[in-house]
């Protein structure tokens, strides 16, 4: 019986240039034993050079369906399958890169003797870095790329910013979900200790996410693996693979290149030969692929096609003309309107738009009378306004052309969207009533953004009034899905919402046994039979309290873990949470906050990495309060607490909160320099 590869190396391709037979040979020379490449599912099916690498038994291809809507995104949605690929066995490492990304081992000759030397590690995040040429050359040459690639810019500074990026081998069959720089989710089976370490060998910061590691220097370490990015060869190697991009509207911009040509052409790169390293066996790698003859025509092929497609868009592109002017020193031009785009008005909807300067007309031509604008009867403004504006990010999912399973359910007052992303993990989100008004096109449910980054499945209720899900319909909708099953066939769900949509975090969690619960700031009831104190909401006071799920105090008794962030010091949502009982609850202060927690955590930049320690499971009082601890620099919590010391009398410690925040402010300021 076969064994395991040991090494799965897999990748997004727009379609695969002659530089991609050298991109195989490189990571064949370093140990990688199977190649999985992630390609457009098109009727015409793989490109030439693509097919001819599959047959041989070099690559394994996968076609994905393409959303044209969703260009951007689809290095993301083969990060997700990638992950499935490494889930499926036990044996080996994974790595995802893209086209233009090279793994570089400066101590190492191959991935797998890397990995053996740490032992016991799970994760392996390395920096992307990027590499150029010493000199920005103009002409395409068909072939290898990173023969005069010896030159690296500088590191994008640690303060946050977001500019760097990390690509993670990861260990196989632990994790069913990634993003293109590090798997997201829980691991499958249970781990004593989780070893996840930079490209030094050293533990990574914690908690483990993208906002940590951009403040913090050490995880982009790389004394033992490093990716190389090498977007621009060549200026027409880096306009020939803009041009594979598909459909035409997808392509690049001349503002998107020009910031490449740049960085490209600046006067403070480093040498750096580090893919010098491997140059011998990346030849014999190349040499032993262009014997295999079906290879060796479909390279030519592939070249052939390269020069005759400069040639035309040298004289015809657009972009290609801007680009090439913009080296040789001209101004760049302004991006050209994206065909078939819609004009978009600048007058506000609402209001007319000014009407143009009359030109001057012959005397003897009278104007022609306006011709009065007729309103369809059944098209209301606000439908013809929908009707013209980009859909939401969500709809792009999963309508019928989109990358995801999922539905859409319109009630009454509410709407159901259930988005099908991870198979292991489901994130329940609940409106507030901050936004029960929004009628926009664009709305997106709570949370949305940050569940779709982390590659979770979503069930989104989504509410159009302040009712605090006291609706017959809906909750029978709810009980209908589950008796389906939709959400037992998941893993792990959690539960989460603030105010309003905490109260259903809570009440609706028995409908889901086992599950996690998040809750801000949460109500357990507006009954005023169980909470005569209350008298805040009176909208959703008057609703009808008898329903099922009206007192989530009672309804969070068979959930796995509740967390509930609350402020101590706010009376009325206190008063609440004394209501609540049991060892599964964990109740988390968040001091100043009022009845906005989850706002007071947004401001304090910690929302994201306390969401993602509740779905790993990783959140504790001791974890949480460190977190908090962010609070320190935001002038919300200094001005509360000046406020609360002259309150209580205290006006020599109020005087000394303003000068102890600067202090605090100061020294983050030197730790982010």
């Not at 195989?24 to 990688?32: E, K, T």
């Not at 016991?120 to 590499?131: E, N, T």
């Not at 590090?182 to 781990?191: C, F, I, N, S, W």
């Not at 009359?358 to 007729?374: E, G, W």
Request: proline share 8%; net charge neutral.
């Amino acid at each position: 019986m076969a064994q395991p590869a040991q090494a799965l190396l897999t990748t997004w391709l727009d379609h695969p240039t002659s530089a991609f037979v050298e991109w195989v040979a490189h990571h064949r020379a370093l140990g990688i034993d199977r190649i999985h490449v992630f390609l457009r599912d098109t009727q015409e099916g793989p490109p030439p050079l693509a097919a001819a690498l599959e047959r041989a038994g070099v690559i394994e291809i996968t076609p994905i369906p393409f959303d044209a809507a969703e260009a951007a995104e689809q290095i993301r949605n083969a990060a997700i399958r990638a992950a499935q690929l490494e889930a499926a066995e036990d044996n080996g490492w994974g790595l995802f890169l893209a086209q233009d990304e090279y793994l570089l081992l400066p101590r190492h000759d191959s991935l797998a003797g890397l990995m053996r030397t740490l032992k016991g590690v799970h994760a392996l995040s390395a920096p992307v870095r990027l590499f150029f040429a010493d000199g920005l050359e103009r002409p395409h040459q068909p072939g290898a790329v990173l023969a005069d690639i010896d030159h690296r810019a500088p590191d994008a500074p640690a303060d946050g910013s977001g500019g760097r990026e990390w690509r993670t081998v990861v260990k196989r069959g632990l994790w069913t979900a990634r993003l293109p720089g590090y798997p997201v989710g829980p691991v499958k089976r249970d781990l004593s200790r989780l070893r996840w370490l930079n490209g030094a060998g050293a533990p990574m910061p914690t908690p483990r996410g993208n906002r940590t590691w951009q403040r913090d220097a050490a995880a982009f370490e790389d004394a033992l693996i490093c990716i190389a990015r090498v977007p621009v060869p060549r200026v027409e190697t880096l306009l020939l693979r803009a041009a594979y991009v598909q459909p035409g509207k997808a392509q690049a911009m001349p503002s998107d290149l020009a910031p490449l040509i740049d960085a490209a052409r600046a006067n403070d790169h480093l040498p750096d030969n580090g893919l010098e390293r491997a140059a011998q066996l990346r030849a014999e790698q190349i040499a032993h692929l262009l014997a295999l003859p079906e290879v060796a025509q479909a390279y030519r092929d592939q070249c052939e096609e390269e020069e005759a497609r400069i040639t035309v868009q040298t004289k015809r592109h657009p972009l290609w003309k801007a680009i090439l002017g913009y080296v040789d020193g001209a101004p760049l031009p302004p991006d050209p309107p994206v065909r078939g785009a819609a004009t978009v008005p600048t007058a506000p909807l609402d209001k007319p738009a000014a009407k143009p300067a009359p030109t001057a007309a012959p005397q003897a031509a009278a104007p022609a009378p306006a011709k009065p604008v007729k309103e369809h009867p059944h098209v209301p403004d606000a439908f013809a306004r929908i009707a013209t504006a980009p859909p939401p990010a969500w709809f792009a999912e999963i309508y019928p052309g989109g990358d995801r399973q999922g539905s859409f359910v319109k009630l009454e007052n509410h709407a159901l969207l259930h988005i099908e992303r991870s198979p292991d993990t489901l994130i329940v989100t609940f409106d507030n009533i901050s936004n029960v008004h929004d009628i926009s096109f664009g709305r997106e449910p709570w949370a949305y953004r940050f569940v779709r980054g982390g590659g979770y499945s979503h069930f989104a209720i989504i509410a159009r009034r302040k009712d605090w899900y006291r609706d017959t319909q809906l909750i029978d909708e709810l009980h209908r899905l589950t008796e389906r099953g939709v959400f037992a066939r998941y893993k792990k769900v959690v539960l989460a919402g603030t105010s309003m949509g905490g109260f259903a975090a809570m009440a609706f969690a028995s409908l889901v046994p086992g599950c996690i619960v998040l809750a801000y700031s949460p109500q357990t009831t507006l009954d005023q039979d169980l909470v005569p104190w209350e008298d805040r909401f009176g909208m959703g006071r008057e609703r009808n309290w008898a329903l099922p799920h009206s007192d989530a105090a009672f309804e969070i008794q068979g959930a796995k873990r509740v967390f509930v962030i609350y402020d101590p010091f706010f009376e009325p949502d206190t008063r609440h949470i004394q209501r609540l009982e049991g060892d599964n609850i964990t109740l988390l202060k968040c001091w100043f906050a009022g009845h906005f927690s989850a706002v007071f955590i947004r401001r304090a930049n910690i929302i994201k990495p306390l969401f993602q320690m509740v779905i790993d499971e990783t959140l504790t009082e001791q974890s949480y309060y460190r977190l908090l601890r962010d609070r320190r620099a935001l002038a919300w919590y200094r001005k509360a607490m000046e406020e609360r010391a002259i309150a209580r009398g205290h006006d020599r410690l109020a005087a000394r909160i303003g000068p102890a925040f600067q202090r605090v402010r100061q020294q983050r300021t030197r730790e982010e320099a």
